[in-house]
């Protein structure tokens, strides 16, 4: 179960998290929990390394980078004791992660997972420090913006996790975005290749590393709310069904609506003349619709409801 900032931003927060940990452990599952640093610290922390040196050495700022987790980490294993949970933190280093020498993107050599199935096998949940791990000579280094989830990708692979659990203030991935297009329903499930198509097209999602690493050593995602216990959405290799799904994208000439995966190539060109689009055009498993002068968000709309017609999007969920 990975825990993004946002669900980890004050106390009350925190005993939601472990909460949810507990909740899982009364299933009969073994927690390993991978947090990342509270609310803004990480950004907190940059600007004050700013304000201290014009240029903050890469070794010393991903030091003062990797404290942020740490933080998470520390008092999440807190609340869970709080809760007659046994837990332990464990830095990046303490839970196995052996990385390159790039500060600020290193990437992981090898990931040595014994600490952290010891303390599982002794009934406790290990909360690692997300983002971070240690090189050749010991040194602490960051895996870039978003390493939390690579983290988690990792460690799910090496645990043979049945599953990567991904927690956020989201619900899950819909089929546009609600706040543009409120008929947008929360998708049940999805590939790995129709998630990374919808992050390149606009929509933020999960950082592309991770997943592209996820694809690779086929762990299975869910994306769910750290605050609602609802189902999200699974990425795996396949997903059932007749899907489309919508985003905004910001092309040369300006925004554009992007539609990802499902109609064929005909049925599409036709929900979008009904939907008004003054012309279409295909690019890295996309077809991207110019609105001409309507808007693009008002073309998503129409384009979402043309599709939803069509049988698109016969998912029951839109909670």
């Known amino acids: 179960m990975k825990f993004g900032g946002t669900s980890l931003a004050d106390a009350g927060k925190l005993r939601f998290a472990a909460g949810r ?26 600007a004050l390394a700013g304000r201290v040196s014009p240029r903050p050495p890469a070794r010393e700022t991903d030091a003062l980078l990797s404290c942020g987790e740490l933080i998470s980490a520390s008092l999440l294993a807190m609340a869970l004791d709080a809760l007659g949970v046994p837990a332990v933190s464990l830095t990046g280093a303490q839970a196995g992660f052996l990385t390159d020498t790039s500060f600020g993107a290193a990437g992981i050599k090898e990931l040595s997972p014994a600490r952290v199935m010891k303390e599982l096998r002794a009934g406790r949940v290990a909360v690692v420090c997300g983002f971070q791990g240690a090189d050749g000579r010991g040194d602490l280094t960051t895996l870039g913006r978003g390493g939390s989830d690579l983290t988690a990708v990792e460690l799910a692979h090496a645990l043979k996790a049945g599953c990567c659990e991904l927690l956020t203030d989201v619900k899950g991935v819909y089929s546009a975005n609600p706040s543009l297009v409120p008929e947008a329903r929360k998708v049940p499930a999805m590939t790995y290749g129709e998630l990374e198509t919808l992050a390149l ?49 910001e092309g040369p000439a300006g925004a554009e609506a992007a539609v990802i995966g499902g109609p064929e190539p005909a049925e599409l060109a036709e929900a979008g003349r009904r939907a008004g689009a003054a012309a279409f055009r295909r690019e890295k498993g996309a077809v991207l619709f110019s609105p001409g002068g309507r808007g693009a968000a008002d073309l998503l709309r129409k384009l979402h409801a043309e599709l939803s017609a069509a049988g698109f999007m016969t998912w029951k969920s839109r909670d």
């Open 21 to 46: 940990i507990k909740a899982a452990r009364r299933k009969g599952r073994a927690v390993a929990a991978v947090v990342s640093a509270p609310g803004e610290t990480t950004d907190e922390l940059l």
């Open 201 to 249: 097209f606009g929509t933020e999602v999960r950082q592309l590393r991770a997943l592209r690493r996820a694809a690779a050593l086929g762990v299975r995602l869910h994306l769910r709310s750290a605050f609602h216990p609802g189902e999200g959405t699974l990425i795996s290799s396949r997903a059932p069904g007749r899907r489309a799904f919508l985003s905004l994208h």
